[in-house]
């Protein structure tokens, strides 16, 4: 049953969940709302009294976690912003553009192309220093011209990116500990 509590300006709404099995109450904060799960026995009056101590509490949750909200979608937009910058940067060098580029969590690889011209990055790639991201945009950005990984594949990766190796080689060593 939704319930209300004032805490200055602010109402905040809140659930009371009743359980036979609970011994205590507590209090939930997330991105449900409020929720209050006490004993099946326990009177109303004192389920407001508990909020009414905890509203100062609940009210500073509320905010830390609509923070939290915010940095992690801020986050998330700068990280795509950032890859698609490294995305067109190389792509117009190479003169190939992708159909779409797709950041999301691969299990076993840094970064695919599909025959769509569509390229795949792995979130996890964020974490690597960023020549090695840059090695696996080039990478995919050449198999949009060369499918396969022929020498003219490698010739072309290497006319952008004669290091490439190098980055290949720590993305190979790091791997297990930058993917999650």
């Known amino acids: 049953m939704k319930q209300k509590v004032r805490f200055g300006n602010s109402v905040i709404q809140y659930t009371v969940v ?3 099995r609970r011994k205590t109450s507590e209090i939930i904060v997330d991105k449900n709302g409020v ?3 006490t004993p099946q026995r326990k009177p109303m009056s004192e389920i407001r009294k508990i909020m009414e101590n905890k509203k100062r509490w609940i009210f500073k949750e509320r905010l830390l976690f609509r923070d939290r909200i915010h940095r992690k979608i801020k986050t998330k937009e700068y990280s795509r912003r950032f890859l698609m ?4 940067f190389y792509a117009s060098k190479l003169g190939i553009y992708p159909q779409k580029v797709v950041i999301k969590k691969l ?11 569509t390229i ?3 979130v996890s790639l964020l974490k690597a220093p960023k020549d090695a ?5 080039l990478h995919e950005l050449c198999h949009l011209k060369i499918k396969d990984h022929s020498h003219h594949f490698w010739q072309l990766l290497h006319k952008f990116m004669p ?5 290949k080689r720590w993305l190979d060593i790091n791997s297990n500990r930058i993917v999650y």
């Open 18 to 20: 009743k359980s036979k």
């Open 35 to 37: 929720v209050i799960r």
């Open 85 to 88: 910058k490294r995305v067109n």
């Open 107 to 117: 299990k076993s690889r840094w970064g695919s192309a599909t025959k769509c011209n």
């Open 120 to 122: 795949n990055l792995n």
């Open 133 to 137: 991201i840059d090695y696996v945009i």
């Open 163 to 167: 290091n490439y190796q190098d980055k």
